[in-house]
């Protein structure tokens, strides 16, 4: 069973301040990895994909992957009160593979 | 944008009704997926289809099957809805290995 594991939270971090969340996987063959946001009461949206070692950057976004570890994470810079949402991280296994794996996801509170 | 359409926001039907949880996406992906979601388990994978006519089970299909008649349409079937299908149920689709788009969810109420 591939599994996906993620602190559930919450997380508070103050306005202005970094967030780190943090994700690892059980799946030694995993390609592909994703972060998705969401709101409650929302669908999941698509923050970043990354699948090489090392770190990814997007506005106040950054993904970092590590396959040795099996560890993947999301780092929010200058975190916001409109960060506040619960972060999915999903995995892919296999070369071609379009399935992904969740975990249960970290909920995240930027307090003001 | 890609767009995901999900027929009902939110649905409640009885105990022992069939039904279709429909979805459809708008940007020619052949890759589409049945999710629910509930508390505390996560989005679990129930269905999915890399084609027109074909289909894959899930980690969860037990008491759900799908259709896919038109690439860009993709149906969930609950064959006699029981209580423990109660939840959010999400549809997603995507091209590529560069993930999904996920429909707004439907959230089913089984009496």
């Known amino acids: 069973q591939k599994e996906v594991e993620q602190n559930s939270g919450p997380l508070s971090v103050p306005e202005g301040a970094i967030a780190s969340l943090n994700c690892t996987y059980s799946?030694?063959?995993?390609?592909?990895f994703f972060w998705y946001r969401q709101y409650s009461g929302k669908s999941p949206e698509l923050i970043m994909f990354?699948?090489?070692?090392g770190d990814k950057e997007d506005g106040r976004f950054t993904a970092q992957l590590n396959k040795a570890s099996q560890y993947v994470s999301l780092l929010i810079r200058d975190s916001q009160p409109s960060d506040s949402a619960t972060y999915l991280c999903?995995?892919?296994?296999?070369?071609?593979?379009?399935?992904?794996?969740f975990g249960k996801g970290t909920k995240l509170s930027v307090i003001p | 944008d890609v767009k995901v359409t999900q027929s009902s926001r939110y649905l409640v039907k009885r105990t022992g009704e069939k039904v279709f949880l429909e979805c459809v996406q708008d940007?020619?992906?052949?890759?589409m997926f049945w999710y629910r979601q509930d508390p505390g388990l996560g989005l679990r994978l129930i269905y999915f289809?890399?084609?027109?006519?074909?289909?894959e089970k899930g980690d969860i299909p037990e008491g759900y099957s799908v259709s896919r008649e038109k690439k860009e349409r993709f149906s969930l079937i609950l064959e006699s809805a029981s209580t423990n299908q109660t939840s959010m149920y999400l549809c997603?689709?995507?091209?590529?290995?560069?993930?999904?788009?996920f429909g707004s969810g439907t959230r089913l109420t089984v009496v």
């Open positions: 799946d030694r063959g995993s390609q592909s």
């Open positions: 999903a995995v892919a296994s296999g070369a071609g593979s379009y399935q992904l794996t």
């Open positions: 997603a689709s995507t091209l590529d290995r560069d993930g999904y788009t």
């Open positions: 940007m020619d992906h052949e890759n």
């Open positions: 289809s890399y084609d027109v006519k074909m289909k």
């Open positions: 990354i699948y090489s070692n």
